[in-house]
């Protein structure tokens, strides 16, 4: 039951977070509309905000989906040696 209870403030903990990082955004998208208003300046801002925020979200999703389980297999039938390996080779895959 104390898992249960855990996993369920956990849950709880993120939901909260969620909200509030909506509410930020929100506020953000607010305040830059009333101190810049609609232009091609902001136009140019919000595409480099973007551009950079989709690969990070592609990347993470991409480290979460298969790195994660990848990484974990390793670890858990005694390859720890060839991990670091591993590792840094999926680290240089993803920067070029």
């Known amino acids: 039951m104390a898992a249960a209870q855990r996993a369920a403030q956990a849950a709880g903990i993120i939901v909260i977070l969620t909200i509030v990082s ?3 955004g929100f506020l953000r998208e607010a ?3 009333s101190v810049f208003g609609a ?3 902001t136009d140019a801002y919000l595409v480099a905000m973007i551009v950079p925020s989709m ?4 990347v993470g999703t991409a ?14 039938d005694g390859k720890k040696g060839e991990l670091p390996q ?3 080779s999926s680290f240089h ?3 070029l």
């Open 22 to 24: 909506k509410v930020l």
């Open 31 to 33: 305040s830059l509309a």
């Open 93 to 95: 895959g993803l920067i």
């Open 63 to 76: 480290i979460t989906t298969v790195g994660i389980p990848v990484f974990t297999e390793y670890r858990q």
């Open 39 to 41: 232009g091609t300046a």
């Open 55 to 58: 690969v990070f979200g592609i």
């Open 86 to 88: 591993l590792v840094w």
